[in-house]
């Protein structure tokens, strides 16, 4: 049973845990794990256990731009949040899948190392930024990434990716497809004036403050950006911004966000999502592509 083979190697988890208490759009049913190992060592040995007893699973890191169904996940969820060291390599740093982009950057910056600062206020882990290859102002994960370190869990192996095995495209690499549990990343950064960097990741924060719901319970930007169009723009001139389906509403501060305004349940937010695409493609002819990764 997965319960006393993690019990045995004690590594925690707690049984028939909410996700709307992990995910930061607050959304989500009951998992039946829910794992928090404490290093990587324990990470991979959680994955292989579920694969022994042949039980779906799924790796967690901050879930902002995840969001479970209501009737949960019949598996466990993997939570990578304690796998969170980082360390400096010369002018790279190395950091583990775990650790927070906001902690990452700000460590990089108070080493007076530049090349993060577009991530700065971004509420994901490294992991998942690799996975999604998060970016912001005109930047990408893909622009500082060095190498990954990641666990095969098809072969059993681990394998290390330079930053052209890692295929980066929009919001995608080939860690998207789930075969890879990545363990860790190194981060290629220049040295840099601190007050240049501070400047920068101020600018940042303040714009992310003036044009984004954070105050809200989100998932970030709901679609991915189309070729040459906004998509907020787009859902903000169909008169959208603040329609909602039961609790789950188009922000009204940026139409690009759907916040939860409070028991908002994943068929809302599907609803929602489905009645926004509908109304862009009628308008603009575009098919809109969903960001935010549903798990059920
Ligand atoms: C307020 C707000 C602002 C945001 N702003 C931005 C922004 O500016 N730019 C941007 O790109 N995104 C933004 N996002 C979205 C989100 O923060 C990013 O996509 C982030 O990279 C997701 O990281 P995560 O750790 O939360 O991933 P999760 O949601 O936990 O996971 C995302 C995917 O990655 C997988 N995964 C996670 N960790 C691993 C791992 N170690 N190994 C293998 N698979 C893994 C998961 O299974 C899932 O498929 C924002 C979200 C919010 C709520």
């Avoid at 019990?7 to 009951?30: A, C, D």
């Avoid at 040459?228 to 922000?251: D, H, P, T």
Wanted: proline letters at 2%.
């Amino acid at each position: 049973m997965l319960s006393s083979l993690l019990i045995s190697s004690e590594i925690k988890f707690k049984e028939n845990e909410s996700m709307s208490l992990h995910t930061t759009m607050k959304i989500g049913g009951k998992a039946r794990y829910f794992i928090t190992p404490e290093n990587t060592k324990e990470l991979v040995f959680s994955v292989n256990a579920c694969k022994d007893e042949g039980i779906p699973f799924v790796i967690a890191g901050n879930l902002s731009n995840s969001v479970f169904s209501d009737g949960g996940y019949d598996g466990a969820v993997i939570s990578t949040l304690m796998c969170k060291g980082v360390k400096p390599m010369g002018d790279d740093i190395i950091c583990e899948c775990g650790a927070g982009l906001s902690a990452v950057a700000y460590y990089a910056y108070k080493n007076s190392l530049s090349g993060l600062e577009f991530s700065y206020g971004i509420p994901g882990t490294v992991g998942g930024a690799l996975v999604m290859n998060a970016g912001a102002y005109g930047s990408d994960i893909s622009t500082v990434a060095k190498s990954v370190e990641a666990y095969d869990h098809e072969s059993g192996k681990t394998v290390n990716f330079s930053v052209e095995d890692c295929e980066f495209s929009y919001r995608h690499s080939v860690f998207s497809s789930g075969r890879y549990v990545v363990l860790s990343a190194v981060f290629a950064l220049e040295k840099d004036c601190k007050e240049k960097i501070k400047s920068a990741m101020d600018d940042f924060t303040s714009r992310r403050k003036e044009k984004q719901p954070l105050d809200m319970p989100s998932a970030g930007s709901v679609f991915k950006r189309p070729e040459g169009r906004y998509v907020g723009q787009m859902i903000e001139e169909l008169g959208l911004k603040g329609f909602s389906v039961g609790g789950a509403c188009v922000s009204t501060k940026h139409a690009g966000f759907i916040v939860n305004n409070g028991g908002a349940t994943c068929a809302d937010l599907k609803k929602l999502i489905e009645i926004v695409k509908e109304a862009v493609y009628d308008k603009y002819s575009v098919r809109l592509e969903c960001e935010i990764k549903f798990i059920d």
